[in-house]
């Protein structure tokens, strides 16, 4: 919208002229306000986790490679190690613990109820893997990063799947 001086400058009321859109013709919104986040951690060799996991990111959806690993667990090339689950309202801070595995989160819903972005944690023993903001749909599952000890050449995979309530 361009500005007009000329109003300014002679004390005319300005009256801004913005597009308007009827009630009829906006989206229906009605953010989810309650999801589940589930924090799996996968334990495996460090070539298997290579082969499978290839060059994906932490934060993308990564559902084929997630159920490549549920297909490891099932021939027992990789175990699941820790499943632990946080049920939270869109804003709040939400914390679960299972075993040595602390899942801390901040999610958002978007405003179409459907995207959400978070920021959080994940403590593994003594290591942590931190959740950069991420922006995901309901139902998807992320990758939120991998734990390698060189010593013994095991990785452990953590994976996060998001569900509306």
């Keep these: 919208m361009k500005s007009c001086p000329l109003l300014l400058w002679t004390g005319l009321t ?21 999801l589940t986040l589930t924090l799996l951690m996968y334990k495996m060799d460090k070539q298997t986790a290579d082969q499978v ?3 994906q990111q932490s934060g ?18 990789a175990t699941l190690t820790s499943m632990t689950s946080v049920s939270t ?15 801390s989160v901040d999610p958002v819903i978007g405003p179409d109820g459907v995207r959400v972005s978070m920021a959080g944690t994940v403590t593994a023993g003594t290591q942590k893997l931190t ?24 990785s452990e995979v953590a994976f996060l799947r998001l569900q509306s309530q």
């Design 14 to 34: 300005l009256v801004a002229l913005l597009p308007t859109v009827s009630l009829s013709q906006q989206p229906a919104v009605r953010p989810r306000a309650s």
């Design 53 to 55: 996991l290839g060059g």
């Design 60 to 77: 993308s959806d990564v559902s084929e490679s997630h159920g490549k690993m549920r297909a490891l667990v099932s021939s027992k090339k």
């Design 89 to 103: 309202r869109s804003g709040n801070r939400a914390s679960g613990r299972s075993a040595q595995v602390t899942l």
């Design 131 to 154: 959740l950069p903001l991420t922006i995901l749909s309901m139902g998807d599952t992320a990758m939120v990063g991998r734990l390698d000890d060189p010593a013994t050449g095991v």
